[in-house]
C-alpha cells in the first residue's frame, strides 16, 4: 500500500464549493461536512467556514443542539446569538429528552436544517439521549445529504463512532487523571458515528490527553486517534481529505501498521511501529496518506 502523503490545496477549496451544488446522493455516498472543534475560544475563521459550508449567512438554515451543556438554555442562546453575529438569518437552538427523541416529531425538525451544530458539555448527555434514536438516523441522513455538521469539545467527542467518555475505569484518583497506558482504563461508549474509521479527542495537547487517546488507540488499532486541539477544528471533507484550521494542531496516532501490540501482568499496554503525525493548521491530509513515509505540506 502505498503510504506516501499528498497535499491537495487546490482540490480541497474546489471540494469544499462544490458541496454546496452536488448531485442528489448515492447509495452509500456523504456529501456532507463535518466542523470539528476541539474546545477553547472558537476563532472567527473558523465559525465562518461552518456558516459557509452551511449554504452562507442568507441561505443557511442552523439547528444548534445545546444537550451536552449543564446549562443548557444559556448554551443555546449563546450559540444562537454567535451565529447571528455572523451575519446567520436562520439559527434556532433545539432541546429534547430521549423520549421526545424516540417520537417523529424532533427528528422531522432537522430535515430541512443545512447545518447542526453540538455546543460543548458532556458529551455522554449526547449520546444517551440521541444514540439509536429517529434522531439520531436523521443527523445522519442529514449529513449523507450535504448537510454540514459541527461541534466544540464534547461536540467534537460525538463525532466517531467509538466515543472517548472522559472517565477512566480503573484509575478512580481524579486527582492525577490519565496517567497510564493501560488496557481496559479508558472508558468509550458508542457516539454517533459521522466518522466510523477514527477516534476523535479534544482539548488535545492543552491538557496533554496524549495517554488516554494512545491507550484507545491501541485498544482499537485498526481506528487511527485524532486529537485536536483548542481553538483549531478539523474538516472533513466528502472526498475523505481532511483540513486543519485554526490556531493550534491536530495530533494523530495510528496503530495500523503497528505489531506487537498486548499488555503486560499490570495492564499496561506496549507496541511497536506506531507512528505518530503532528499536523498543522493549513495542512491537509487524508487516513490513507499516512504513514512512516508521510512528508508534511502547506497549504
Known amino acids: 500500500m502505498n503510504l506516501s502523503r499528498t497535499v491537495f490545496p487546490i482540490v480541497v477549496v474546489l471540494a469544499l464549493l462544490a458541496g454546496q451544488c452536488a448531485p442528489p446522493t ?17 476563532t472567527e475563521e473558523i465559525m465562518k467556514r461552518f456558516v459557509d ?10 439547528i444548534v443542539i445545546p444537550l451536552a451543556s449543564g446549562n443548557a438554555r444559556e448554551a443555546g442562546e449563546s450559540a444562537v446569538a454567535e451565529f447571528t453575529a455572523l451575519g446567520v438569518n436562520t439559527v434556532s437552538w433545539l432541546l429534547f429528552s430521549r423520549e421526545e427523541a424516540a417520537g417523529g416529531n424532533v427528528a422531522g425538525k432537522l430535515s430541512s436544517a443545512t447545518g447542526i451544530y453540538f455546543t460543548g458539555g458532556d458529551q455522554v448527555r449526547i449520546t444517551r439521549i440521541i444514540v439509536g434514536t429517529p434522531v439520531h438516523q436523521a443527523l445522519l ?16 467527542a460525538i463525532m466517531s463512532k467509538v466515543m ?11 486527582n492525577t487523571i490519565f496517567t497510564s497506558i493501560m488496557r481496559g482504563n479508558v472508558q468509550t461508549v458508542e457516539g454517533l458515528g459521522f466518522l466510523d474509521d477514527v477516534i476523535v479527542d479534544q482539548h488535545f495537547v492543552k ?37 486543519v484550521m ?25 507496541a511497536r511501529n506506531v507512528t505518530m503525525h503532528v499536523i498543522r493548521s493549513g495542512e ?16
Open 207 to 243: 491538557r496533554k490527553r496524549l495517554n488516554r487517546l494512545i491507550s484507545v488507540v491501541l485498544e482499537h488499532p485498526e481506528l487511527p486517534g485524532i486529537g485536536i486541539d483548542e481553538s483549531t477544528a478539523l474538516v472533513a471533507n466528502p472526498n475523505g481529505v481532511f483540513e
Open 246 to 270: 485554526g490556531e493550534g494542531t491536530v495530533v494523530v496516532f495510528d496503530a495500523r501498521g503497528a505489531s506487537g501490540i498486548q499488555s503486560d501482568t499490570h495492564g499496561n499496554l506496549g
Open 284 to 299: 491537509t491530509f487524508a487516513l490513507t496518506s499516512l504513514g512512516p513515509a508521510a512528508v508534511p505540506g502547506n497549504r
Open 53 to 62: 459550508l452551511a449554504g452562507g449567512p442568507e441561505k443557511a438554515r442552523i
Open 141 to 156: 441522513q442529514r449529513y449523507r445529504d450535504g448537510a454540514v455538521i459541527g461541534g466544540t469539545s464534547a461536540g467534537a
Open 26 to 42: 448515492a447509495a452509500g455516498e456523504t456529501r456532507g461536512h463535518l466542523v470539528i472543534i476541539g474546545g477553547g475560544e472558537r
Open 164 to 174: 472517548i467518555t472522559g472517565d477512566e475505569l480503573i484509575n478512580k484518583d481524579t
